[in-house]
């Protein structure tokens, strides 16, 4: 297999995660909720797939598990923010040292402190027949089964966001959540909606990095992937298709990275590292006001 | 009379907030078969009995109110400012250059010299938000958090490079050591505590002045309250929360600054861990006031400086304390929680008199 055929597949699988994330995001976005708490999210994920598949055996447990658990933790998100008028940013930022908090102590709680890495059920590389066999693309064709899956996704996402009844509902919640009040459309219940989908997907995210893409949970291993899905969506102007986008770019910067360190020590990696932040910089000041980026996106409806 | 209420309910909810996590947190800890109250024991006389403890808490808690005091002035101006983190970094990063390359200074210049460049470096990174969102409308939330990770890989690129100590014994990526001249002094002996904590006091007094006194901190707090007011009054909004962006990513360079000249004495890759996050927590558990922010990062000082000798003597993982953090960020931001209004709606009334128009 060639090096690019090998490099289109670690952009594609590193892309996954940032995709999964996003396609989450998306909809808390659009319904005008504002989640920096994605990176708590994805860490409780990543850590909850580690126990569930420790435990039973079976990585899908795992990834049961890492849904619920972001889950749970999205529901206080909820219950806060919607229920309590709690600011949405801050929050998030509380949402993220907590969840760095809680999975340091369930994990060492589970594992002990000076525990051996165990061998985990993980997610197995699952070769389409034909298409896997092409020249170069073929090894996007070689992947774990979510890889396939949020990929499929994303024109599902699309659909049901701009087609659909029910995104019609999110993006105008997010827009005018006061008019939608009016005309008696359930506004705390779709964003609350909206924020545990954002969380199911986040554990999804997570359960992938720490069971997919690497076998195993450390500390803090998330390591601002979660800023970087909230910086993936506002790249993507808050569409599915074009968080897709935005999910590559940050996949093949990252696969970059690992590449280039090995074949040029020269340039220091980390000017790739930065790469992504400084594009998603510029986007977002090109995009002003073409942006999808709902009008009262961040502030707390309050009847 | 009305004050006196304000800042006693205030204070209130703090109390209440830091109440309410430590339940949580100990209930947490005793669900998984660690004994809490030995846990807290360690981790408040960890943290305060003794000179050289309490001392050591003092220490944490100076870069704590420099990012505290960061967020709260862009917050008092409408604005949130999670990008802490990368304006400290920038700080320390232009404080180093300052505090290694520039020599043959008395220690009376080399020092604010030093500090200046930290300040100067933190406000300038902090400015870009600003004008990226007066001039592109981009959003702060955003921008904020790429320029941390832009600062962070510019400061690992930097120390693993142009600025590498290469005399040094180790391999270790970081830069070298900042020139004696520049070096805070210690205020006292056998101890880590230095000059920086003044500084951290006299930033906290120059603060609420700057907020209560003068015309400027008249204008940033119109503006954070009620924009369409400020305008009509004249005040340029846009100006405004530049202002206080500039200030905002100056107090973080500070502290990054400080950091560095008193304690780090070298540049090093994520030095700062926590420190700008951590910031935020101490504004919101101090009410953006100035006296609420000081004591707040003490209490945060302490639980950092605690928790050390919490995972030695009670081997609970110091990162407990992040769970107690967040929780106390949880409970403050959702005040609401304790408002009579809320458990008016939920509880029946006895004579539900009152029940009539409430949607």
Redesign the interface.
């Known amino acids: 297999m060639s090096a690019l055929s090998v490099f289109l597949g670690s952009v594609v699988m590193m892309a996954t995660t940032y995709l999964l994330a996003g396609l989450g995001a998306v909809f808390g976005e659009r319904a005008g909720i504002v989640n920096i708490g994605i990176e708590g999210l994805m860490l409780t994920g990543a850590l909850m797939a580690v126990v569930g598949s420790y435990t039973s055996g079976s990585v899908w447990v795992g990834l049961l598990l890492a849904m619920l658990g972001s889950m749970l933790l999205a529901a206080v998100f909820a219950c806060f923010t919607i229920c309590l008028h709690a600011n949405q940013t801050v929050t998030g930022v509380a949402l993220n040292i907590l969840a760095s908090g809680l999975t340091v102590l369930l994990f060492r709680t589970v594992f002990g402190l000076n525990g051996m890495i165990p061998q985990i059920d993980t997610f197995e590389a699952l070769e389409i027949p034909v298409l896997s066999g092409l020249p170069v693309v073929g090894a996007i064709f070689g992947q774990p089964l979510p890889v396939y899956l949020a990929f499929v996704l994303v024109p599902v996402c699309q659909f049901v966001m701009n087609r659909t009844n029910l995104g019609l509902k999110i993006r105008s919640v997010g827009n005018h959540p006061k008019a939608c009040d009016t005309v008696g459309l359930p506004v705390y219940r779709i964003q609350a909606g909206a924020i545990l989908f954002t969380g199911l997907m986040s554990g999804f995210a997570g359960a992938f990095l720490s069971t997919g893409q690497l076998s195993f949970f450390t500390e803090g291993m998330v390591a601002g992937r979660g800023y970087m899905v909230l910086a993936a969506v506002a790249f993507g102007n808050y569409s599915p298709l074009g968080v897709m986008a935005a999910a590559l770019l940050f996949g093949a910067s990252e696969a970059l990275q690992y590449r280039l360190q090995v074949a040029y020590p020269v340039i220091p990696t980390e000017l790739y590292a930065m790469l992504p932040y400084i594009i998603t910089l510029f986007a977002i000041c090109i995009y002003r006001r073409k942006s999808n980026r709902p009008v009262y996106s961040g502030r707390n409806y309050l009847r | 009379m009305k004050r006196i209420c304000a800042k006693a309910s205030g204070f209130f909810t703090a109390a209440v907030s830091i109440l309410l996590a430590c339940v949580i947190t100990g209930i947490?800890?005793y669900g998984?078969?660690y004994n809490p109250l030995d846990a807290y024991y360690q981790l408040f006389f960890g943290a305060v009995v003794g000179l050289s403890a309490l001392s050591e808490s003092v220490v944490k808690m100076v870069p704590l109110v420099f990012t505290g005091l960061s967020f709260a002035i862009a917050k008092r101006s409408g604005l949130?400012n999670?990008g802490a983190t990368g304006q400290l970094y920038i700080g320390a990063l232009c404080t180093t250059v300052v505090g290694v390359y520039v020599t043959g200074l008395p220690a009376a210049l080399h020092i604010p010299l030093a500090l200046a460049a930290g300040c100067a470096g933190g406000a300038a990174y902090g400015a870009v938000v600003g004008f990226?969102k007066n001039?592109?409308?981009?959003?702060e939330?955003?921008?904020t958090?790429?320029?941390?990770?832009?600062a962070t890989?510019?400061v690992?690129?930097l120390v693993?490079?142009p600025m590498k100590d290469l005399d040094a014994l180790t391999k270790f990526p970081q830069s070298k050591a900042i020139l004696d001249s520049a070096v805070l002094p210690k205020i006292l002996t056998g101890t880590r505590l230095h000059a920086g904590f003044l500084l951290a006091l006299l930033a906290v007094a120059l603060y609420g002045v700057f907020m209560k006194r003068t015309k400027w901190g008249y204008e940033l707090r119109v503006v954070g309250m009620n924009p369409s007011a400020a305008r009509t009054a004249g005040m340029s909004v846009q100006r405004t929360q530049l202002l206080a962006m500039l200030l905002a990513g100056g107090f973080a360079g500070l502290a990054g600054s400080i950091e560095m000249l008193a304690i780090q004495k070298r540049l090093m890759q994520s030095f700062a861990g926590?420190l700008g996050?951590?910031g935020?927590?101490v504004a919101?558990l101090g009410g953006n006031q100035p006296l609420g922010i000081l004591l707040s990062a003490f209490l945060f000082g302490m639980m950092s400086n605690g928790s050390n000798k919490m995972q030695m003597l009670s081997n609970v993982?110091s990162?407990?304390?992040?769970?107690?953090?967040?929780?106390i960020?949880?409970f403050v931001?959702?005040?609401?929680?304790y408002s009579k209004k809320?458990w008016e709606g939920l509880i029946p009334q006895r004579k539900s008199r009152r029940e009539e128009v409430r949607?």
């Open positions: 947490l800890m998984m078969g949130v999670l990226l001039r592109f409308q981009a959003n939330l955003i921008t958090i790429m320029l941390n990770e832009i890989e510019l690992n690129c693993d490079g926590n996050f951590d935020i927590a919101l993982p990162a407990v304390i992040y769970l107690m953090q967040g929780l960020i949880l931001v959702g005040r609401y929680l809320l949607p």
